[in-house]
């Protein structure tokens, strides 16, 4: 089946740092990756839309400038946090559409982003 | 935009007993329904789905439902097991017309739901 790698799956960083998220897509390409963010006790909010060589589609109210995407391959996408601050501590998932799998999106790990 | 809405909130049962939860939404040109079950601190898990072209599906004790018409699909979960204790979500695939993107997944609130021993 399709296996998304999302990395890394803990980080823990400074108010002010920047902190960058891989994810991949193993064994298939994906022309379309989403990033969905989680709050405790929350649902799954879509932030973005990444498709390759192309620029990031964001969701209302998401900051382009704070939230950089870049997909530059057909299996890699990142998400980088720019000057986090505490309430950007959550979870951060992506996920990569690969229709014509037994389901279309295939969803990583995720990553616990905490911010001090 | 794309609205789909969950109920319950929270589910308890007693092990054995069914468990269904259902969402409605909005728009019409939704096609595809997954449901995902999410243990904590993990990545959602699809458990199952249908398309819009389909009113019912089952895998085992659990089975979706679809009304395209009243814009609604429910979840059934029967012989429930401890095990069955998570979160579940449903969603749904809304396409955009043109654009270099083929559409995007919507989640439901949440459900969580409780099966005592």
């Known amino acids: 089946g399709a296996v998304v790698s999302q990395h890394p799956s803990r980080v823990i960083c400074k108010s002010g740092t920047s902190v960058k998220i891989e994810c991949r897509s193993l064994d298939f390409q994906a022309t379309t990756m989403f990033w969905y963010r989680q709050f405790p006790k929350k649902s799954l909010m879509l932030m973005a839309t990444s498709n390759e060589g192309s620029k990031a589609t964001y969701e209302q109210g998401v900051e382009k400038d704070k939230f950089l995407i870049n997909h530059a391959s057909l299996t890699l996408s990142t998400l980088t946090v720019t000057s986090a601050h505490p309430e950007d501590s959550s979870f951060y998932i992506c996920?990569?559409?690969?229709?014509?799998?037994?389901?279309?999106?295939?969803f990583g790990n995720g990553t616990r982003l905490t911010v001090t | 935009g794309e609205n789909v809405e969950q109920h319950p909130s929270t589910l308890s049962v007693q092990e054995g007993d069914s468990a269904v939860i259902k969402c409605t939404y909005s728009d019409s040109a939704s096609n595809y329904f997954p449901w995902y079950k999410q243990e904590l601190g993990k990545r959602p898990q699809l458990i199952i789905d249908?398309?819009?072209?389909?009113g019912e599906k089952k895998d085992q004790r659990i089975a979706v439902t679809l009304n395209k018409t009243a814009k609604h699909f429910s979840l059934h979960i029967t012989e429930t097991q401890p095990e069955d204790s998570a979160v579940y979500f449903c969603a749904l695939w809304s396409f955009k017309a043109g654009g270099t993107s083929y559409g995007k997944l919507t989640f439901g609130q949440g459900t969580i739901l409780t099966v005592h021993p």
């Open positions: 996920s990569a559409l690969g229709w014509g799998q037994d389901s279309p999106l295939h």
């Open positions: 249908i398309r819009s072209n389909v």
